[in-house]
Every structure is written in C-alpha cells, then in structure tokens.
C-alpha cells in the first residue's frame, strides 16, 4: 500500500531558530502534498496545499512567510516554521495523494516543541 | 465551507460490545473518509466511501454513507481494547486533490 515518510518524528528547537520537517512520498508520486497542524486534543487543521513545481496555496489565518513549503518534486515536500515561537509548538502532519489506489496518505506526525 | 460535526465527542465502552460513531456534514457528499489516530501518531486508514447508500466493512468495522442525510456512520462490532483511539471523518471533493475537511473527532476507550 501507499506509504508516506514523515521525519524528524520529534523536535525540540529554541525560539527564533527554523525548523524543516519532510514529507517523502516512497512508492508512489504524490501529485498534491496536503499540510495540516493539529493542537492536542482538537481535529486536523489544513495549513496548505501544495503540488509539484508550483507555489502552495495557503488557508486563510496561515502565514506563508512563516510557515514555507516547498514541493521540488513529485516525492518530497517540506514544510520550515522560519523563527519559530513557542506559540508555533503542535503536532504537524502531512498527507499526499496520487497513489493509483486513490485516497489520502497521512505520514506519521512531526511533534515541535518550541522552547 | 464544509463542516463535519461528528458524535459522540468521546466514547467508553466495555470489551466485547457495539458502538456507532456518527458524522454530520453541512453540506453534501462527495467522499468520505474515516481514518483512526493514536494520540500523537499519524492518521491510519480505514475507509472510504463515495457512494449514497454505500457500505463497506473490513474485519469487525462497518461504515456507511447515506448520502440525503449528508451523514456516515462508524460501526464497531465485538469492540476489542485495540480499537481504542480517536476515529476522525473527513470529506473532500469527490477527487484527492481537493482537501479534506476533518470532523473533530471521537475518542474511543474500550476497557477490558
């Protein structure tokens, strides 16, 4: 089945510091990179779209200087929170779509504290 | 925009009994999407559904779609301690590059 390679799994980094988490499509082409931000205990929240060789859209609320993803190919997207703050500590979590069985896959979650 | 309100908010059962899991959507349809978390780990796969009136089930999870009630239910049979966890619904477009919406989820614990 489809699989989606989320790293670092954890991170701990010191405010104003940026941090990049990747998003690894490994056996399919993920045509369309989904990332959402989930606080504890609360559901998923969409932070952007992003598909291959073009700018991701973002929600609205969400900063795209602060929050920069880039989708260089049909595999890999990375999301990096520039000067982070302890308010940007969450649970960040990417999914992909593009595998021939269709659907959404969610990659494992990278958990950011900020100190 | 697509709200999906999802019910109960949280759910204890003992071992071995039934529970549905229900998702309301404010608007209709195209496709849904039950997936399963464990608190702090990514979102597992379960089903999708794109059809009214569609039904699938894998090993003791069923789940429906009725699609003038713009609503899907999750139903567990013989709930075991491994189903614990949080069941979240999510509705796209129809097609997988279009965003999924999430409900806010339903906490599961099954007490042995």
């Known amino acids: 089945g489809a699989v989606v390679s989320q790293h670092p799994s954890r991170v701990i980094c010191k405010s104003g510091t940026s941090v990049k988490i990747e998003c690894r499509s490994l056996?399919?082409?993920?045509?369309?990179m989904f990332w959402y931000r989930q606080f504890p205990k609360q559901s998923l929240m969409l932070m952007a779209t992003?598909?291959?060789?073009?700018?991701?859209?973002?929600e609205q609320g969400v900063e795209k200087d602060k929050f920069l993803i880039n989708h260089a190919s049909l595999t890999l997207s990375t999301l990096t929170v520039t000067s982070a703050h302890p308010e940007d500590s969450s649970f960040y979590i990417c999914?992909?779509?593009?595998?021939?069985?269709?659907?959404?896959?969610f990659g494992s979650g990278t958990r950011l504290t900020v100190v | 925009s697509q709200e999906l309100e999802q019910s109960p908010q949280s759910l204890i059962v003992q071992e071995g009994k039934n529970l549905t899991i229900n998702c309301t959507s404010s608007?209709?349809?195209?496709?849904l999407y039950w997936y399963k978390q464990k608190y702090g780990e990514g979102l597992i796969f379960l089903m999708m559904?794109?059809?009214?009136?569609e039904e699938k089930s894998h090993e003791k999870i069923t789940a429906k779609l009725d699609e003038k009630k713009q609503q899907s239910s999750l139903h567990i049979t013989a709930s075991q301690p491994s189903h614990a966890g949080t069941y979240l619904c999510?509705?796209?477009?129809?097609?997988?590059?279009?965003?999924?919406?999430f409900g806010k989820g339903t906490l599961l614990t099954v007490n042995p």
């Open positions: 056996d399919f082409q993920a045509t369309t």
């Open positions: 559904l794109q059809k009214g009136g």
């Open positions: 999914s992909a779509s593009g595998h021939p069985e269709g659907g959404y896959t």
């Open positions: 608007k209709t349809l195209y496709g």
């Open positions: 992003s598909n291959e060789g073009s700018k991701a859209t973002y």
């Open positions: 999510g509705a796209g477009r129809g097609g997988s590059n279009y965003k999924l919406t």
